[in-house]
């Protein structure tokens, strides 16, 4: 960042760092072990929808990459596609290696412009919905935990809750207006 940068508030705009996917089994973990969320074993990319022969042979890039597992492609009411990847609960490691492999094809082909989040999702025992979402273009991570979509209400003390938790573990959007809500986001 330059003097004139500095002058003038801009600030370097923060770079997405995939690597911090691998840190999500320990989270993950320190969630089950503190407040009862389980992995549901699913996980998804969320991008601006593309469309046409490019994505088609990045999706088979994807599968490839999955080791033949196809994954599920599914289209939101706000313009938006999520790559969702299955995975046993337990297989919490080798489903943040697969989110890491599709956000990194993705990026690779061009489409990191596009990317906005990667979601896992948790489960507690009373079945409350938990997502930890990945900010793409921040870098961070943040909880979003619906109780209606229908209603649009979610339970912010949980999420506080959660990021006071995992906070040791992931790095978390210190940001709370920057925490948007995912409303249907797979596996949450």
């Known amino acids: 960042m330059g003097i004139l940068d500095a002058i003038f508030g801009r600030s370097k705009q923060v770079q997405p760092n995939l690597d911090a996917l691998f840190a999500l089994p320990t989270a993950a973990l320190t969630l089950e072990a503190s407040a009862q969320m389980h992995p549901t074993g699913v996980g998804a990319v969320c991008f601006r929808q593309v469309e046409g022969g490019p994505f088609a042979r990045l999706k088979a890039e994807v599968t490839t990459l999955l ?21 046993e ?8 290696t697969d989110l890491h492999a599709v956000n990194s094809t ?7 412009p596009s990317l906005l989040c990667t979601t896992i999702g948790l489960r507690s025992d009373a079945g409350q919905g938990l997502a930890l979402v990945y900010l793409y273009k921040r870098g961070t991570f943040y909880p979003f935990a619906p109780v209606n979509a229908r209603t649009q209400d979610r339970d912010n003390a949980l999420e506080l809750q959660v990021r006071a938790i995992v906070g040791g573990d992931l790095p978390i959007e210190s940001d709370v207006s920057r925490w948007f809500p995912v409303w249907g986001a797979p596996g949450v």
Not at 67 to 87: A, I, M, N
Not at 89 to 96: K, N
């Open 67 to 87: 080791g033949g597992s196809e994954p599920e492609e599914v289209h939101d009411d706000f313009g938006y596609t999520w790559l969702v990847v299955r995975r």
């Open 89 to 96: 609960p337990s297989q919490m490691s080798e489903l943040c």
């Open 106 to 112: 993705l990026e690779a082909a061009g489409f990191g």
